[in-house]
């Protein structure tokens, strides 16, 4: 990322964090298209929300070790346009003309999957015509020393529901999409669920009661019944605990519905996760091809859901993505071929 430059105009945004959020916006042409989609509806009718937990946490950490012989931080140092949460969203608005709604989400791993329901509760509301949403995370010593005091890293690439998986892989990544109201497109957004059953800071409810919550909340806002849904996006982190939580609650809900876990492909993205996995999510069922478990290899007996291990194609209309974060901060989001009203 240290060759990616911000524009003059974006310049006081300039941290790493936002370096992988401008590299993500300039993707598939998309700033082009969020630009037509503030001429289309007005500046004030389309919203920014963007999901992070890192923000410009290593630029603080950089900050802090060079600091002077008595303690102050370098003049350079902008807490406003890159520590804060905020910072994302403000540089993604600046970016594209937006001037509606505009805020960050950070609920760690499920962050930019709640901007999804965020977006939906707006267009309800008749407060927006459009929204960016999206979510990024880079890499910080922060987040890599807290996992490793909870041990949770794996010294290896992660195997999720492996019998013998050890942990997460602690990714980066950034992603963004654009919802319209009332747009005709390949795929759309049918409902979102959420949940907080504040089980433990770290650790997951055993049974998967917020996991539940989510996906049911998901199924109730899009009018679905379970069996519609063809396709499970796993949250599916290869921690001990969580993946057996998960897989028991997906089949609960859903029984033998193929699923999987894209943590192996990408490592876990935490407050990119939730857009990161919808988005292929969005690709599997505009193509038509389900992604494997990538590095699994021998399925826990304790994770009762059906996991994919290899890439599938078939015909699908329906996928939920899961993105719980700790805390118990769980969200579902549900996307289909079908157009259908959120109610």
Known sequence: LQSIKLPDLLSRYDCRNNRLAWLGLQQDEFVAKARAAVARYGSARVAVLIGTSTSGIEQAESAYRARDSEGHLPESFNYEATLNNFSAPALVAHAVGAAGPTFAISTACSSSAKVFAAAARLMRADWIDAAIVGGVDSLCLTTLCGFSALELLSREPCRPF??????????????????????????????????????????????????????????????????????????????????????????????????????????????????????????????????????????????????????????????????????????????????????
């Open 162 to 343: 492996d019998r013998a998986r050890s942990g997460i892989s602690i990714g980066e990544g950034a992603g963004f999409a654009l919802l319209e109201a009332r747009a005709d497109a390949p795929v759309y957004l049918l409902g979102a669920g959420e949940s907080s059953d504040a089980h433990h800071m770290s650790t997951p409810h055993p049974e998967g009661l917020g996991a539940r919550l989510a996906m049911r909340g998901a199924l109730e806002t899009a009018g679905l019944a379970p069996e519609a849904v063809d396709y499970v996006n796993l949250h599916g982190t290869a921690t001990r605990s969580n993946d057996p939580a998960e897989g028991r609650a997906v089949a609960d809900v859903f029984g033998t519905t193929a699923s999987s876990s894209t943590k192996g492909w990408f490592g876990h993205l935490l407050g990119a996760a939730g857009i990161v996995e919808s988005i292929v999510t969005l690709l599997a069922l505009e193509h038509d091809m389900l992604p494997g478990t990538l590095h699994t290899t021998d399925l826990d007996p304790d994770c009762p859901n059906t996991v994919l291990l290899d890439n599938e194609t078939r015909d699908i209309e329906v996928a939920l993505s899961n993105s719980f974060g700790f805390g118990g901060s769980n969200c579902s989001v549900i996307f289909g071929r079908a157009n259908r009203t959120l109610s």
